[in-house]
């Protein structure tokens, strides 16, 4: 499975966040897409619509585990996507910003 480290991820790189509702609004990356799992396959043509056409999906939920599911899901639909080793765990521990739905200071749930 394709994989990236939180360190090696820039500003501006596309970000596709999976937690379910409650897990965003306590804290998620800003200006991440937010399609939770559970709602995944219905929304994905929110996802073709906003990711970059040359570039690379980055996806991400608390752990890892999750993500993993929809990047191979992404792999397998011919999509540029890897999945963000840790999650938003290692995002928040390694000091990356995390806002709630007002845009103030969050917390990964």
Not at 66 to 79: C, D, E, K
């Amino acid at each position: 499975m394709p994989t990236v480290e939180v360190a090696d991820l820039k500003d501006g790189d596309f970000l596709l966040d999976v937690r379910e509702n409650d897990e965003w609004q306590a804290g998620h990356a800003e200006g991440a897409l937010h399609i939770p799992i559970s709602e995944f396959v219905a929304r994905y043509g929110e996802l073709t619509q906003a990711a970059p056409q040359d570039g690379r999906v980055n996806v991400i939920c608390r752990s890892g585990g999750r993500s993993a599911q929809v990047t191979n899901y992404l792999v397998q639909q011919g999509i540029d996507a890897v999945n963000v080793d840790g999650g938003m765990q290692v995002w928040e521990a390694a000091g990356r910003p995390v806002v709630d739905d007002t845009g103030a200071p969050g917390f990964v749930a």
